[in-house]
């Protein structure tokens, strides 16, 4: 936490309290759209797998909804083409699938009556296998090796002592593995596991069933690539086979074809204009980045900005919401 840190709580606080938020809502959050980004949201409070606790999620819905108007993704992307005349509406969208979007946020959403939608890696549902990004962090969570040495990463006698020397290596890992294509990174990681032995429970993965209970009810359902490798990263025929098989599975079963899209990892270097073009090929109508921002008309549809989640501070989250505050990415996060 830095120094600064209490002071823009406390000032937050003021402005919520105050009505100067209520105020400048009506007054100057015309003509944008607050599309907002979650990933894990439980009470686990593990840093190897970082989540928004439920009470600061359910909180976050409450303020939502008493103050904004919450309409489905669709609606919202629609009204943003249109001009986006009047003042500001917000969609909820949830990356990756994991058992607690089934067990926390669905019933969540269901006790508030809002709308979501989920876009999905297929891998997990399909194979009952965790994404490679997930069973990076198992590994490193559970590691029972002292130290890490992968000189193909560029990692010389990396210690494994304790949580924090764990956290770091996890994130400079992460890192580097996002650089490589996907028979580098499946190499890197079954390298990884048989340097580390990692021991540990099972990983859980949300599973069709599942899935199909989610589609049901609020939640829609949107492609994320199949195994949530950066598309930037492949060749012309492997983006097409991990996007077009991401959104087949979803509809073969589910049977809704999806409609929107969101980039893994969504940064400018992990999707260009070959997977662009792929999307517009497949019939998507618009997809989403990681870029952290208000969404506005006249922006391109395919590439679309939201707002991270991962404020604990509702005041700091209202005052983002109103675009009056900067929150950095979730570094320890990989969409």
């Given at each position: 936490?830095?120094?600064?840190a209490?002071?823009?709580r406390?000032?937050a606080?003021?402005l919520l309290?105050?009505g100067?938020?209520?105020?400048?809502r009506?007054?100057?959050?015309?003509?944008?759209?607050?599309l907002?980004?979650y990933?894990?949201?439980n009470?686990?409070?593990?840093?190897?797998?970082?989540?928004?606790?439920?009470?600061?999620f359910?909180?976050?819905?409450?303020?939502?909804?008493?103050?904004?108007?919450?309409?489905?993704?669709?609606?919202?992307?629609?009204?943003?083409?249109?001009?986006?005349?009047?003042?500001?509406r917000?969609?909820?969208?949830?990356d990756?699938?994991?058992?607690?979007?089934?067990e926390?946020?669905?019933?969540?959403?269901?006790?508030?009556?809002?709308?979501?939608?989920?876009?999905?890696?297929?891998?997990?549902?399909?194979?009952?296998e965790p994404?490679w990004?997930?069973r990076?962090?198992?590994?490193?969570?559970?590691a029972?090796?002292?130290?890490?040495?992968?000189?193909?990463?560029?990692?010389?006698?990396s210690?494994?002592?304790?949580?924090v020397?764990?956290?770091a290596?996890?994130?400079?890992?992460?890192?580097?593995?996002k650089?490589?294509?996907?028979?580098?990174?499946?190499?890197?990681?079954?390298?990884?596991?048989?340097?580390?032995?990692?021991?540990?429970?099972?990983?859980?993965?949300l599973?069709?069933?599942?899935?199909?209970?989610?589609a049901?009810g609020?939640?829609?359902l949107g492609?994320?690539?199949h195994?949530?490798?950066m598309?930037?990263?492949?060749?012309?025929?492997?983006?097409?086979e991990?996007?077009?098989?991401?959104?087949?599975?979803?509809?073969e079963?589910?049977?809704a074809?999806?409609?929107?899209f969101?980039?893994?990892?969504?940064?400018?270097?992990?999707?260009?204009?070959r997977?662009?073009?792929?999307?517009?090929?497949?019939g998507?109508?618009y997809?989403?980045?990681?870029?952290?921002?208000?969404?506005?008309?006249?922006?391109?549809?395919?590439?679309?900005p939201?707002?991270?989640?991962?404020?604990?501070?509702?005041?700091?989250f209202a005052?983002?919401?109103?675009?009056?505050?900067?929150e950095?990415?979730?570094?320890?996060?990989?969409?």
């Open positions: 936490m830095t120094p600064a209490p002071l823009k406390a000032m606080w003021g309290r105050s100067a938020l209520r105020m400048h009506s007054q100057f959050e015309k003509g944008r759209a607050i907002l980004l990933h894990r949201v009470d686990e409070g593990d840093p190897f797998f970082p989540a928004l606790p439920r009470a600061v359910a909180a976050q819905l409450d303020y939502l909804a008493s103050r904004y108007r919450v309409e489905p993704l669709d609606d919202v992307v629609a009204w943003l083409a249109g001009g986006a005349e009047g003042p500001p917000v969609a909820f969208t949830i990756d699938g994991y058992p607690d979007t089934f926390v946020v669905l019933p969540e959403l269901e006790r508030h009556g809002l709308p979501a939608t989920l876009f999905l890696a297929t891998a997990p549902p399909e194979t009952g994404l990004t997930d990076t962090r198992w590994i490193l969570r559970y029972t090796a002292s130290t890490l040495e992968m000189p193909a990463l560029g990692l010389w006698q210690p494994l002592d304790g949580q020397s764990r956290l290596l996890l994130k400079r890992v992460l890192r580097l593995l650089a490589l294509t996907p028979p580098e990174i499946d190499r890197a990681v079954h390298a990884l596991e048989a340097a580390l032995a990692p021991q540990g429970p099972p990983l859980r993965v599973g069709w069933e599942q899935v199909r209970r989610l049901a609020p939640i829609v492609g994320h690539t195994r949530h490798y598309l930037s990263r492949l060749d012309d025929r492997a983006l097409e991990e996007v077009s098989t991401g959104l087949r599975l979803i509809e079963r589910t049977g074809r999806p409609r929107g969101a980039y893994p990892n969504g940064e400018p270097p992990d999707y260009d204009e997977a662009i073009a792929v999307l517009r090929r497949l998507l109508r997809a989403f980045t990681c870029r952290h921002a208000l969404a506005r008309p006249g922006q391109d549809p395919f590439q679309l939201r707002l991270y989640t991962s404020e604990p501070s509702l005041a700091l005052t983002r919401l109103a675009g009056l505050g900067k950095e990415p979730w570094e320890a996060e990989v969409s």
